[in-house]
Nanobody
């Protein structure tokens, strides 16, 4: 009933910037918390940043001061601005959303993941 589609990944040199976007679609009543996670090869998926419906944010220590998460509730979209990228930021980045949606006339709440977008930081 709900789809999350990420975009904006790619190859960037150390020190460079990228902006990821994640657009949600479907029978959405409300997007609650939305976040970005990342998973490097051979490692677990870790939280990068999260933003609540009201705009409160939280970041992993490793990205504080370099990454900024934001959202546009009118567009059902969350963004991740990544600056001063480092090789250790290389990973697949996944969008996550806590969604309240309608299934017919019934309101439900579930957690959804996007398909992931590759970010590679290399010279």
């Amino acid at each position: 009933q709900v789809q999350l589609v990420e975009s904006g990944g790619g190859l960037v040199q150390p020190g460079g910037s990228l902006r990821l976007s994640c657009a949600a679609s479907g029978s959405i009543f409300r997007l609650n918390a939305m976040g970005w996670y990342r998973q490097a090869p051979g490692k677990q998926r870790d939280l990068v940043a999260v933003v609540t419906y009201g705009g409160s944010t939280n970041y992993a220590d490793s990205v504080k001061g370099r990454f900024t998460i934001s959202r546009d509730n009118a567009k059902n979209t969350v963004y991740l601005q990544m600056n001063s990228l480092k090789p250790e930021d290389t990973a697949v980045f996944y969008c996550n959303a806590d969604v309240t949606y309608y299934s017919g006339t019934i309101r439900r709440r579930e957690n959804y993941w996007g398909q992931g977008t590759q970010v590679t930081v290399s010279s």
